[in-house]
């Protein structure tokens, strides 16, 4: 099966030429091609790592492409394709090898780390809700699914980031995952609502009277969005305390992270809180310009 994330050429060059390197190089352009915030900031990490980084995003951007992008397919079957390809890898895993084009790297990744299965289980285990839950109830609710699709990406980085005290950095990783996560959530209220989901905690909803379904930037919507921005922000000052605790080119790395994607609120709020009638995003331009400045700080 070809996902929405691996084009038909890149799966068939990888699938020609078997190695690792192939594998490593899908991973690179699936990280390139979707998740551009993470793959500039990859970009400060050192040569000998990064490639890491981009093999454990190809994971996850695969599974989510199951759930979300798999054209008319029903639910049964993206239920079924998700667990097959769960299955695939915890098997390879325990081979200690893949012949998959994006698995045979996140295999070698996972193996050369030492991460903990059950991170992914979780992660694989948030993703099939999105195939049975459209609301969640409170914060609290939310925050058991973005245990596994956002926090444990948090979890998976640290062996790649190699914090001297894994420990006191294990807090500031989850943080940040979170903190991404409803960065997305607020910007892709639209997109979200196309796929018939609301990730915005309902209890939040009724104290503003918001209505994301009336698609309408009013008073109601903006104290609404006011209230996550200041929530996710907290998040991000959580995560920000946790990068003085990671060496030298992890934090760079980090921190690039962290203030592009951070830098999405700002630019929500600029709109005037208007996540309906377009995407807000960061320019490529400034994401390669910031990684390029933190590259050019730690060559001198």
Not at 247 to 266: E, K
Request: net charge neutral; proline share 5%; hydrophobic share 45%.
């Amino acid at each position: 099966m070809t996902l929405t994330a691996v084009t038909l050429a890149d799966e068939a060059a990888a699938a020609s030429t078997p190695t690792l390197d192939a594998s490593y190089r899908l991973c690179r352009a699936v990280n390139r091609r979707a998740g551009t915030t993470y793959f500039w900031a990859s970009l400060v990490l050192p040569r000998l790592v990064r490639h890491h980084v981009w093999a454990l995003y190809a994971f996850c951007r695969c599974a989510d492409d199951i759930v979300d992008d798999l054209g008319d397919a029903t639910v049964a079957k993206r239920e079924a394709a998700l667990a097959d390809y769960g299955e695939r890898f915890f098997a390879d895993l325990a081979a200690g090898r893949s012949d998959h084009p994006v698995l045979r790297a996140v295999v070698h990744t996972v193996r050369a780390y030492g991460h903990d299965p059950d991170m992914f289980r979780r992660f694989l285990s948030s993703m099939a809700m999105d195939l049975s839950v459209d609301r969640y109830a409170t914060w609290d609710d939310l925050l058991v699914y973005m245990d596994g699709s956002a926090a444990v990406i948090g979890e998976m980085m640290l062996p790649i980031l190699e914090p001297p005290d894994a420990a006191a950095a294990l807090g500031p990783a989850r943080s940040l995952g979170l903190a991404f996560q409803l960065t997305n959530f607020l910007r892709d209220v639209a997109e979200d609502l196309d796929r018939g989901r609301v990730y915005l905690p309902q209890q939040d909803l009724v104290c503003f009277d918001a209505d994301p379904v009336r698609r309408r930037v009013d008073p109601e919507w903006r104290a609404l969005m006011r209230f996550e921005i200041d929530r996710c922000r907290s998040l991000y000052r959580s995560a920000e305390e946790g990068v003085a605790l990671l060496p030298p080119a992890s934090a760079r790395c980090v921190h690039t992270a962290l203030v592009l994607y951070s830098g999405i609120l700002r630019r929500i709020e600029g709109a005037d809180y208007d996540v309906f009638s377009h995407r807000v995003r960061v320019p490529t331009p400034t994401k390669a310009l910031l990684a390029a400045r933190v590259a050019a700080g730690r060559r001198r």
